[in-house]
């Protein structure tokens, strides 16, 4: 099996709490893997793990058959596993000093050591591409939320990574710029990229999943095809948990 992500017996704890407890989980190549659960579910912290934004104190990542063992793996391996991803931010991390196109060329000027000539270039046919080819010369200050978040998945793309780690996206945006961002997000699938994305958008989920993951309390309740997890889950607790969201968004979880 040709799995871009393997995540093994992955555990990690702040101080006594115990966030993480022996998570497996393999990510095929091209897969778009949607990670759901109630806040406090460890969702984040095992999407920071991969890319050891977050280090677990026990087992291993692998990113395109990259192996890094968590606990005694060296700067120089993360180093060369995190070149093989990029991830998107709740709060877009943009650098607030440098213009949107600036924000997007600094990966590959500082990391990838691109000429900065080649590097503007390449940044500004993919800002055009997500919409955001009239902003290029404004700070993140002078452009919305969903336009700043734009500019970070541009950021992503550029360095042209194995893998894209989303986390909860959306979340910081108001309602009517959502769509926007989704749609970006939808584009990007078309790439055929792997993709891991922590989100509460149940229907954008529903719309882009390959593959389903319901966390809580640190561990995997339930995993499986789009179909089976919205429509007929075998867990309990997978199914209070969709039937209580889709319920507050004003849907039937089967719809």
Same mark, same amino acid.
Do not use: W
């Given at each position: 099996?040709?799995?871009?992500?393997?995540?093994?017996?992955?555990?990690?704890?702040?101080?006594?709490?115990?966030?993480? /407890?022996? @998570?497996?989980? *393999? &990510?095929?190549? $091209?897969?778009? !893997? %949607?990670?759901?659960? #109630?806040?406090?579910?460890?969702?984040?912290?095992?999407?920071?793990?991969?890319?050891?934004?977050?280090?677990?104190?026990?087992?291993?990542?692998?990113?395109?058959?990259?192996?890094?063992?968590?606990?005694?793996?060296?700067?120089?391996?993360?180093?060369?596993?995190?070149?093989?991803?990029?991830?998107?931010?709740?709060?877009?991390?943009?650098?607030?000093? /440098?213009? @949107?196109?600036? *924000? &997007?060329?600094? $990966?590959?000027? !500082? %990391?990838?050591?691109? #000429?900065?000539?080649?590097?503007?270039?390449?940044?500004?046919?993919?800002?055009?591409?997500?919409?955001?080819?009239?902003?290029?010369?404004?700070?993140?200050?002078?452009?919305?939320?969903?336009?700043?978040?734009?500019?970070?998945?541009?950021?992503?793309?550029?360095?042209?990574?194995?893998?894209?780690?989303?986390?909860?996206?959306?979340?910081?945006?108001?309602?009517?710029?959502?769509?926007? &961002?989704?749609?970006?997000?939808?584009? %990007?699938?078309?790439?055929?990229?792997?993709?891991?994305?922590?989100?509460?958008?149940?229907?954008?989920?529903?719309?882009?999943?390959?593959?389903?993951?319901?966390?809580?309390?640190?561990?995997?309740?339930?995993?499986?095809?789009?179909?089976?997890?919205?429509?007929?889950?075998?867990?309990?607790?997978?199914?209070?948990?969709?039937?209580?969201?889709?319920?507050?968004?004003?849907?039937?979880?089967?719809?």
């Amino acid at each position: 099996m040709n799995y871009m992500v393997q995540l093994n017996n992955i555990h990690k704890s702040f101080g006594k709490s115990e966030i993480l /407890k022996g @998570i497996n989980m *393999n &990510v095929k190549k $091209g897969e778009i !893997v %949607v990670i759901l659960g #109630p806040s406090g579910s460890g969702k984040t912290t095992l999407l920071r793990c991969i890319n050891f934004l977050e280090r677990a104190d026990l087992g291993s990542v692998t990113v395109d058959n990259f192996e890094v063992d968590c606990k005694d793996g060296s700067k120089k391996d993360i180093r060369k596993l995190r070149c093989k991803t990029a991830m998107v931010f709740q709060l877009y991390n943009l650098f607030r000093n /440098k213009t @949107i196109l600036e *924000n &997007v060329m600094e $990966g590959l000027v !500082v %990391v990838k050591k691109v #000429p900065k000539a080649e590097a503007r270039e390449k940044s500004i046919e993919l800002l055009q591409g997500v919409g955001l080819g009239d902003k290029l010369h404004n700070y993140p200050s002078q452009v919305s939320g969903g336009q700043q978040q734009r500019a970070g998945i541009a950021r992503a793309l550029i360095l042209n990574p194995e893998v894209i780690l989303f986390d909860e996206p959306t979340s910081a945006l108001d309602p009517e710029l959502v769509g926007e &961002v989704l749609n970006t997000i939808k584009e %990007v699938a078309k790439t055929g990229i792997t993709m891991v994305v922590v989100t509460h958008e149940i229907a954008f989920a529903k719309e882009i999943a390959t593959h389903v993951v319901f966390m809580e309390n640190g561990v995997i309740v339930e995993e499986g095809l789009p179909g089976k997890i919205f429509n007929n889950p075998k867990k309990l607790r997978t199914k209070q948990f969709l039937s209580r969201i889709m319920k507050e968004e004003g849907k039937s979880v089967y719809s």
